[in-house]
């Protein structure tokens, strides 16, 4: 049963724990949340190795980042190896043409991120629940969160429409401009 269990399925999930890795590096992992807590449990399936952390936070999944980057070091796992990243500088000419609005429509919501320009930067704002985030630039189109290990991009579609992309970890979320 715990075999079936890890085995992948669909969207690399098996019954239950998401799966990823090959060879050594084969894992399995979970996250929870309920009102004020966040939690994550990762496992080694041949290295005998994990960790479970729990927060006691609405944002504790920032901290359950930092954490399995520092256990990563100590470990010398082959993921979630701490990324060093540089601010490339753009000229606000360059920023202003992702400022906007985009939409995704998914599961019959019709969600909107907001993008302005901050100093140096864009500021992205979830129109549906207002929670704020940054958005620094890594390239001409690549930016980075510092608080988190999600991605940005922007790429013309076929159709010539800008997209905002958001990746996050193996998801990818595409907003048109509108």
Not at 88 to 104: D, I, M, T, V
Request: hydrophobic residues 35%; negative net charge.
């Amino acid at each position: 049963m715990v075999a079936e269990m890890l085995t992948p399925q669909m969207n690399k999930h098996g019954l239950g724990p998401s799966t990823g890795g090959s060879g050594d590096s084969i894992t399995f992992s979970h996250g929870g949340a309920n009102a004020g807590f966040r939690c994550q449990l990762l496992a080694f399936t041949k290295l005998g190795q994990g960790v479970a952390i729990m927060t006691n936070g609405e944002l504790g999944g920032y901290l359950t980042s930092e954490i399995l980057r520092s256990f990563s070091e100590v470990y010398q796992w082959s993921i979630y190896k701490p990324d060093i990243k540089k601010i490339f500088p753009l000229e606000e000419e360059a920023l202003q043409l992702f400022a906007g609005e985009y939409q995704l429509n998914i599961q019959g919501l019709e969600l909107i991120i907001e993008v302005t320009i901050q100093e140096d930067h864009l500021k992205g704002v979830q129109l549906w629940e207002d929670p704020t985030f940054e958005m620094y630039p890594e390239a001409e189109n690549r930016f980075f969160s510092k608080e988190d290990d999600i991605s940005f991009g922007f790429e013309e579609n076929q159709e010539g429409t800008l997209e905002l992309i958001i990746y996050q970890g193996s998801q990818e979320y595409r907003f048109l401009k509108i």
